[in-house]
C-alpha cells in the first residue's frame, strides 16, 4: 500500500541522499574547475585542470549512472504537496537529470573528438564517442559550455525552492533529503 510522506524519517533512503549530496560535491567542483580552467583550443594538452575536468567529469558519469539506476529502481515516499507544487517539482528534478546526463555526455562526446581519453580514477578507460577530428564532436563542445549554464540556472532555482521550503513554508521536504542518519523509506511502497 502507498504511504504518504509523514515528514517523520528522509522520504529517500541512504543510498538515494548519498548519491544526491556526492552529486552536489562533484558538480560544484566541476563548474569551479570549468570557469577555471584556460580555454581549449586545437593543439591544446589534456593537462592541469583540464586534466581535473575530465577526471572530476568520469567520477560524475559513473555516480550519475548509478544514480539513475537506483531512481529507477527505488521510488521516494509520495510527497504530499499541493498539485501545482507537486508538479513545478517533478518536471524541474525531471530536467536536472536531463542535464546531468546530457552535459558530461557532450563533454565526453567534445573530448573524445579531441582524441583525449577520458578515464575513471586515471586507471578504467572509456569508450571514445566521436572520431579525432569529428566537425559533431566539435560542436557539441559549444553546446556542453551552454548547457551547462542551462543546467546552474536549474539548480539556483532547485535551491532557492528547497530553501523557500524550510524558512518560508516551513513544511518537511528539506528532511525528505537530509544528508543526516535515520530510518531508509526506499521502496516505500512496500511498507
Ligand atoms: C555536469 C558536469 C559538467 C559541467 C558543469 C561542466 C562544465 C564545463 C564548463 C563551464 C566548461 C567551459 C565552457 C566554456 O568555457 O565555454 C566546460 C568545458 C569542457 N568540458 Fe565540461 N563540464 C561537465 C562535465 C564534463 C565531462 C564529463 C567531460 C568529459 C569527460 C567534460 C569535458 C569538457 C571539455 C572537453 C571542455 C572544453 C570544451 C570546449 O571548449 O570545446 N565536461 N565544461
Ligand atoms: C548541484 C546541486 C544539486 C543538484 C544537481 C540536485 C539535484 C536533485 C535532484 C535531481 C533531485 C530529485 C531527486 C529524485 O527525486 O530522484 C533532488 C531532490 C532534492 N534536493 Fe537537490 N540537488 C542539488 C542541490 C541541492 C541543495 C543544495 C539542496 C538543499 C539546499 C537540495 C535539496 C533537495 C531536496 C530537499 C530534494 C527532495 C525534494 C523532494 O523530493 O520533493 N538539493 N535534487
Known sequence: MIKLYDGRAPAYGIVAR????LTVLLIAVQF???WTMPDVHKDTQPVGLIAWHLGVGSALIAVMVLRVVWRLTHQPAPDDLPPLLGFASRVTH???YVCLLLVP???WINAS???WQVRLA???PYPSLSPTGSPFGHAMGDVHGILA???FALIVMHVLAAL???FILKDHVMQRMAPGAGPSRDAARDS
Open 18 to 21: 548519498t548519491l544526491h549530496w
Open 32 to 34: 569551479v574547475i570549468g
Open 94 to 96: 525531471f530536467l536536472l
Open 105 to 107: 555526455l557532450l563533454g
Open 113 to 115: 573528438s579531441r582524441g
Open 122 to 124: 586515471s586507471v578504467v
Open 149 to 151: 549554464w542551462v543546467l
Open 164 to 166: 523557500f521550503h524550510r
